[in-house]
């Protein structure tokens, strides 16, 4: 983004333009006007647009909500609003409306995802019976009624072959993931396990492992370093063996045996003062692992912002809807290695997957390199 002119009393509407950036063009502005996102500007003489710094700034903040996904026609209001002002019920019955629009758009497209992944991830064995279901698919007639019922034997076709021999899941994997050429073969064997682990391919978009985490984690675990996680079922699903082999020490850091979920482990945390100080006194160079409660996440974050924890590398994947993805942002913006999952995705088996695939590919592959080079 260029500033160049916002030193000027008036900018035409291509240097406002120029100065958002953002895509932003001279016809947006005017449409932007007519929704009344805009206030109309002044006029110059020869009736040419003028516009203010003032002006910059309630376009950038336009169009920093629109790239977050607000719509255009609550864009204004949420602007408008002053900042000592509850949002009215109505705009927030619409904010409601607009996300339970976003999460049918999104379970039809996850429906769209499922057709293609029942051909597309078909293995070696299913090619022919594939070949022959695309060409029913070409061949299917859904201008009549009675031509829809089509779609089941076509189903039934793909299915029946499902029982002949195992699923080949690499192969499977192959075709449905994103290009990962950019990461290493051991954060691509650690992206193939979390999508295996929830069945949802859409995760390894979503999965942050920066420069330098996978070699945080290998040497942290070749000097034996303490593993600490947030609940005891986190710990219960590491990989006992090869941590033992490598003399890391479990230890939950919520030691209650009757947590039954991310809710109770939670609230267990904000309600005994002693968790915190265990998390206070986490030893320098731990690994930690964090599934349940994004508070937990929160404090490591602070703790690490201020110098009081020095862990070797965090494993941050708490489940939530406002704290967790909160969390995972400050962790983000910390100088320590890490992995995350972006947003409300999550959760304590994710969370230990992730270490185990680190594990597994340390013992069956310790004198790989690759991840020098690529995250």
Known sequence: MTTK?????HLTIKELTDAVG????????????????????????GNYRLYTQQDVQRLQRVMALKQQGFQLSH????????????LDSTLMTQLQQQYQTVIQQMTRLRQTAGALEGLLGRDRNCQKTQAEALAQLKQLDVEAQAQLGQLDPFWSQLDAEATTHPERFEESLHRLLPDLSHYCEITVHLLHQLVLACGDVSLASLVRVPQGAVAAARTALKGGCAIVTDVPAVAATLDQTRLAHLG???????????????????????????WLQRLQDTPAGSILVIGYAPSVLLRACQGIKQGNLQPALVIGMPIGFSHAPVAKRQLMALPVPYLTIQGSLGGGLLAAVALNALLETLIEKPDCHCYLTRP
């Open 248 to 274: 890391c020490s479990i230890t939950p850091l919520i030691d209650d045996p009757h947590l039954a979920g991310v809710d109770d482990a939670e609230q267990a945390f904000w309600g005994d003062d002693l």
């Open 75 to 86: 864009i204004r209001q949420l602007l408008d609003t002053h900042p000592q002002t509850r």
């Open 22 to 45: 953002a895509g932003v063009t001279p016809r947006m502005v005017r449409h932007y006007h007519t929704l009344g996102l805009l206030p109309q500007p002044q006029r110059s003489q």
């Open 5 to 9: 002119h916002l030193t000027t009393k």
